[in-house]
């Protein structure tokens, strides 16, 4: 059966939303303290330009102006979109800029957001487990490697929370979990495979019939 792009993207799709409905929680609990979503934004991306600047030697030429345009995006980003979007609602639904920079860019971090989240998170687990590894062998290259490890992971994973913590979306809340429609729709699809047991047959007493 022929699949579609659409079809394809459906699981990344149903993570993506998991995982924005998951910084939507921190950045309500953010903003229900008065701070603005920017300034939380900036606590996750500001410490991925040290932690660039520790690995990024050792990175290939195109690799290291890829991330450092990615970097510098995000940045100008945060700096510059609380003066072109801004709330208009007690939910906190938020006007797209009028910037048709700042609508492209917003199309790339929609894309790249959820790659970086999960390279981030898998390399600083690869990172924890090399430190755990020094640690019982001494072995400067399981340092060595957990540090640059841990810092691109870093600097993957807090871009990414920055790119989440902006697009941040209450409604979202309001809406059915992905994960709870996907199960609802597996155990629907497992319910008519999988046979009902049959009943039990119950033996019925036979009644005695008084003779005349």
Do not use: C
Not at 41 to 70: E, M, R
Not at 170 to 198: H, Q
């Amino acid at each position: 059966m022929n699949q579609t792009l659409d079809d394809l993207l459906k699981p990344v799709k149903f993570l993506d939303e998991a995982v924005l409905r998951q910084y939507t929680k921190l950045t309500q609990k953010w903003e229900s303290k008065g701070r603005s979503r920017y300034s939380l934004a900036h606590a996750f991306q500001l410490p991925t330009i040290p932690s660039d600047l520790y690995f990024v030697n050792s990175l290939g030429h195109i690799p290291k102006v890829s991330l450092g345009i990615l970097l510098g995006l995000e940045l100008g980003s945060n700096i510059s979109e609380p003066s072109t979007r801004r709330d208009v609602s007690s939910d906190r639904t938020i006007v797209e800029s009028n910037s048709p920079i700042a609508r492209f860019y917003k199309k790339i971090a929609d894309v790249t957001r959820f790659p970086l989240f999960i390279s981030g998170v898998g390399l600083m687990a690869k990172g924890g487990l090399d430190l755990v590894g020094y640690t019982r062998t001494n072995n400067p290259e399981y340092l060595k490697d957990a540090l640059s490890e841990v810092s691109l992971g870093y600097t993957f994973f807090g871009n990414a929370s920055s790119m989440y913590v902006k697009e941040s979306n209450p409604k979202l809340l309001d809406k059915t979990p992905a994960w709870k429609t996907a199960y609802d729709f597996v155990k629907e699809k497992i319910s008519g495979i999988v046979p009902e047991p049959a009943p039990e047959l119950v033996p019925v007493k036979a009644r005695s019939v008084s003779q005349k």
